[in-house]
C-alpha cells in the first residue's frame, strides 16, 4: 500500500475511535496527537471525515462533537484491536468509493458540519462538494448541504474559498447580516470591525443584504466591497487578486485602515496578544504589509512611521502614544 494509503487507513482507524461512546482519555489523547502530528494527518481526517459524511449522512447526526483534550498527558495506549483494524479498513472503502463518485445525490435534509481553528492556525478544508475552504487563525464556520443549496456560515474570522462549480446548486456565504452568492470561483470573506469584507480572485460574485430589497453588487476579478447591516454595502474597491486570501501564505495586507482594525486582524495570528493603550491611536490610518512570522518586528517598525511607542516588557505587546517631548 501505498504511504497516503497507509496514512488514509490510520485515519479511519482513529476517526472509528473517536466515535465510540466509551473511548477514554488515553485513547483520545492518542488520536488527538495523530491527527495533529502533521499537516498531511490533518488532511487524511478531514477527508475520511468527509468521506463518512457524504456517503452516510445519518452519521452527520450521530456523530458526538469533536472531543476536548484532556489536561493530563495519557500514560500509555492501547494496542489497536483486530476488530477496529478491520473496521477501519471498511471505513476506507467506503472513503474510495465515495470520494469516486460524482453523482452523489444530495439528501432534502440539510447535512451540518462545524469547522473552528486556534489562533495563528491556517487550515485547509476540503468540502463534500468538492470546493476548497480555507480557514484564517480563529475563525470558525458551519458548512450546511442541501439539495439545492450550498451555505456556509461564517462566525468568525475569515475565510477563502475555491468553489465548485454546481450551476443547480447556489453557494451562499452568510456573515454579519449580508451574504455572497457565487457559482464558481475564488473569493475570501473576512469579518472585521467595519463589517463583511469580499474580496474576489476569480470569476464573479453577488453580494447583498440578507432580507433587504435593496439591489446587490456584482464583484468581478480584482474587486472588493465592505457591507454591514448599519451602513449597507459600500463603494466596491479594485484590489490586487493575490491580496485576495495573502493570510493562506502568511502575509497581512492592510490599505488605509484604522490601527484597531489592523490590531483585531493581526492578533488572529500573533503569538501574543497585541494592545492600543490610548484611544486616539485607534484611529490611526495603516497600511502596510505583515509577515505572520514577523508580527513584532514590523510592530517595532511601526515606532519609525508614527508617534507610536511599543512596551514588549509583559506578556502583550502594547501600543501606546508616544511622547511628543522624546
Known amino acids: 500500500m501505498s504511504p497516503r494509503g497507509d496514512r488514509d487507513e490510520q485515519a479511519a482507524f482513529w476517526f472509528l475511535k473517536l466515535q465510540e461512546p466509551d473511548a477514554d482519555a488515553e485513547e483520545i489523547c492518542a488520536a488527538l496527537d495523530w491527527i495533529e502530528a502533521c499537516d498531511d494527518n490533518r488532511r487524511a481526517f478531514d477527508r475520511v471525515q468527509s468521506c463518512w459524511h457524504a456517503g452516510n449522512p445519518a452519521a452527520v447526526a450521530a456523530t458526538p462533537p469533536a472531543p476536548v483534550a484532556p489536561t493530563l498527558a495519557p500514560a500509555g495506549r492501547r494496542p489497536m484491536t483486530k476488530l477496529l483494524w478491520a473496521a477501519a479498513a471498511a471505513l476506507l472503502l467506503l472513503a474510495v468509493a465515495v470520494g469516486l463518485r460524482t453523482d452523489v445525490r444530495w439528501s432534502d435534509a440539510p447535512q451540518l458540519e462545524r469547522y473552528a481553528t486556534a489562533v495563528g492556525e491556517v487550515r485547509r478544508i476540503d468540502l463534500l462538494d468538492g470546493s476548497e475552504m480555507t480557514l484564517g487563525g480563529a475563525s470558525s464556520v458551519a458548512v450546511e448541504y442541501g439539495a439545492r443549496t450550498r451555505r456556509v456560515v461564517l462566525a468568525d474570522g475569515e475565510v477563502l474559498l475555491k468553489v465548485a462549480r454546481q450551476p443547480n446548486r447556489p453557494f451562499v456565504v452568510e456573515a454579519g447580516g449580508g451574504y455572497t452568492k457565487v457559482l464558481g470561483t475564488v473569493f475570501s470573506v473576512r469579518r472585521g470591525t467595519e463589517g463583511i469584507t469580499v474580496g474576489v480572485a476569480e470569476g464573479l460574485v453577488e453580494v447583498g443584504l440578507s432580507g433587504e430589497d435593496t439591489v446587490p453588487v456584482r464583484l468581478l476579478l480584482g474587486r472588493e466591497v465592505t457591507y454591514s447591516a448599519s451602513a449597507g454595502v459600500g463603494a466596491v474597491r479594485a484590489i490586487n487578486p493575490e491580496r485576495v486570501g495573502a493570510w493562506s501564505r502568511g502575509i497581512l495586507t492592510f490599505i488605509d485602515r484604522p490601527l484597531a482594525a489592523v490590531v483585531v486582524d493581526i492578533n488572529r495570528y500573533s ?56
Do not use: F, M, Y
Request: hydrophobic share 45%; proline share 2%.
Open 271 to 326: 503569538p501574543r496578544l497585541v494592545v492600543i493603550e490610548n484611544e486616539k491611536l485607534k484611529s490611526l490610518r495603516v497600511t502596510g504589509t505583515v509577515g505572520v512570522q514577523g508580527i513584532g518586528e514590523w510592530l517595532k517598525a511601526l515606532q519609525n512611521v508614527a508617534a507610536i511607542e511599543l512596551d514588549d516588557s509583559g506578556t502583550d505587546w502594547v501600543l501606546r502614544q508616544a511622547d511628543a517631548r522624546r
